[in-house]
């Protein structure tokens, strides 16, 4: 005999938190690139200033930087050659 397993059908369910959407996480803000040395895509995030997106090819380790500033792009993702 099993006791304290109930399911109690009868009861409310209770009322879940309201969801806030969170600003976007430090780790979050990516540039999505093609990498046409090796034709792998990767993802290079903002470094720790803020002021550029560094990454680097994962397979032959070719490092990429785009700055960021005024009189730049909207643009999320990139091809290098």
């Known amino acids: 005999m099993l006791t304290g397993q109930y399911l ?3 009861s409310p ?3 879940p938190p309201a969801i ?3 600003p976007l996480a ?3 803000r990516f540039l999505g690139v093609q990498f046409d040395c090796c034709g792998v895509y990767s ?3 903002m470094n720790r200033q803020g002021d550029a997106y560094v990454g680097h090819c994962p397979r032959c ?3 990429v930087q785009f700055g960021v500033g005024p009189g730049g792009t909207d643009a ?3 091809s290098v050659s």
């Open 13 to 15: 369910a209770p009322v």
């Open 43 to 45: 993802r290079i995030y």
């Open 8 to 10: 109690d059908l009868a």
């Open 26 to 28: 430090e780790s979050s």
């Open 76 to 78: 999320r993702f990139f």
């Open 20 to 22: 806030v959407p969170e």
């Open 61 to 63: 380790a070719k490092r």
